[in-house]
């Protein structure tokens, strides 16, 4: 089953949640992370997992590794406009992993936590039986609504609106497992910087994991619209072509509607204009380039397959 198919699922008894448990469950699962109540209190909750051959290349230095699993959950933070609070950490080990590859993961992690500003309280350690299992690394945060107390989901995005991407796009992932997914620093601060400069003008924010033309359509399907990227427009990183940009994945930029104008530039990150929204029909998400118009709905990275 594909990963966005599973969600899908799992999102159709969203509505049983509030009737289980103690906590208030605000936003329920699909959207970056989960917005519940504890004792009058909001709170964001998400997990997010780094795979050995998924997402990271075998060899990959333990340092980057253990930056990545924490960084991808902070990116969601980032999404809702939040600030992280903490996190718990659970790693699969291979039964052959070396004593000093276990100590890197683990200072790893105690130095992303401290660059991050969230430190890692607590988790658990286990061993494969096999001595080829595949490294495992879990992260669970806490995060807290930002200074406005406004948190922004995928939802909200209304026709006219303008589609916005902070940063560039295309350089995510390279053929060889390199690429910026490595040591890219996720937009905590532009994701609060915009929602101070745009208020209620800001609708919908989604980070970019799966590529542009992924998560624009998660922004469209969960506000029930359209969306036309320009390929002109896109800001593609050197090397990187339209098809890229849209497609690469693991940018881990924002991707944000607003109506008007945004800021040329948030946190000293440039923003840039991409597209525009508009009412559903046809292709859920599509390119032009020149008088041409391509479907690009099914692009991106599927974390599951």
């Not at 599973?6 to 289980?20: D, M, S, T, V």
């Not at 964001?44 to 997402?55: K, P």
């Not at 699993?69 to 070396?98: E, H, K, Q």
């Not at 692009?299 to 397959?305: M, T």
Request: with cysteine.
């Amino acid at each position: 089953m594909r990963e966005s198919e599973l969600i899908a699922e799992i999102c159709k008894h969203n509505a049983e949640l509030a009737a289980c448990g103690g906590a208030e469950v605000l936003v329920p699962p699909g959207d970056d992370m989960a917005l519940v109540k504890l004792a009058g209190r909001r709170v964001l909750v998400a997990a997010d997992q780094v795979i050995a051959g998924r997402h990271f290349a075998l060899g990959t230095a333990m340092d980057l590794v253990a930056r990545k699993a924490l960084a991808r959950n902070i990116s969601d933070i980032a999404a809702m406009a939040g600030v992280p609070a903490c996190a718990v950490a659970t790693v699969a080990l291979p039964a052959s992993m070396p004593d000093h590859e276990v100590r890197a993961l683990s200072d790893g992690l105690r130095a992303a936590a401290l660059m991050f500003q969230c430190p890692v309280v607590g988790g658990d350690i286990g061993t494969h039986a096999a001595a080829d299992g595949a490294l495992v690394v879990s992260v669970s945060v806490l995060a807290e609504p930002g200074p406005t107390g406004r948190v922004v989901t995928r939802s909200g995005a209304r026709v006219g609106d303008l589609l916005c991407v902070t940063g560039t796009l295309g350089d995510g992932w390279h053929p060889n497992g390199s690429g910026r997914h490595l040591s890219f620093t996720p937009r905590v601060a532009e994701a609060l910087a915009l929602v101070e400069a745009l208020g209620d003008r800001l609708h919908a924010m989604i980070d970019i994991s799966d590529g542009l033309a992924r998560d624009a359509g998660h922004l469209a399907i969960a506000s029930d619209v359209a969306v036309r990227i320009d390929a002109v427009q896109l800001p593609c990183a050197d090397g990187a072509g339209w098809q890229a940009a849209v497609s690469t994945g693991e940018d881990y930029e924002l991707a944000f509607a607003c109506s008007g104008e945004p800021p040329a530039s948030v946190a000293g990150t440039p923003v840039t204009v991409v597209g525009r929204f508009q009412e559903s029909g046809g292709a859920r998400v599509a390119v032009r380039v020149g008088t041409e118009e391509h479907d690009v709905s099914a692009l991106g990275w599927e974390h599951g397959q």
